[in-house]
């Protein structure tokens, strides 16, 4: 079975950091371009950062400039968040993409990992 699974989530504080984790199931995650997107509740989903096979990064989002960084590995991606603010509180999903610039996903999507900022 193909699949997405992103790791890391949890509960920080206002100028916290959290690192997520996208790993592939059944395939090699290493031949993708890889995204990060979010949804925060009752808003549509946003793209954050794309980077594809060769390590080139796209930032989609400016609020997240400066903030959040995006790597890679040859068996997950990965989302630094620091300085994270309460606005930043959201469902964190990875998707795979058939170009550079994670422009057209593929259907593969994990089940997403909660972030949440509060004090």
């Known amino acids: 079975q193909l699949q997405l699974v992103e790791s890391g989530g949890g509960l920080v504080q206002p100028g916290g950091s959290l690192r997520l984790s996208c790993s592939a199931s059944?395939?090699?995650?290493?031949?993708?371009?890889v995204g990060w997107f979010r949804q925060a509740p009752g808003e549509e989903r946003e793209k954050i950062l794309c980077?594809?096979?060769?390590?080139?990064i796209t930032t989609y989002a400016d609020s997240v400039k400066g903030r959040f960084t995006i790597s890679r590995d040859k068996d997950a991606v990965y989302l630094q968040m620091n300085s994270l603010k309460v606005e930043d509180t959201a469902l964190y999903y990875c998707?795979?993409?058939?170009?550079?610039?994670?422009?057209?996903?593929?259907?593969?999507w994990g089940q997403g990992a909660q972030v949440t900022v509060s004090s």
């Open positions: 998707i795979t993409a058939y170009d550079s610039k994670c422009r057209v996903v593929t259907r593969y």
């Open positions: 059944g395939f090699t995650l290493g031949d993708s371009a």
């Open positions: 980077i594809s096979s060769s390590g080139q």
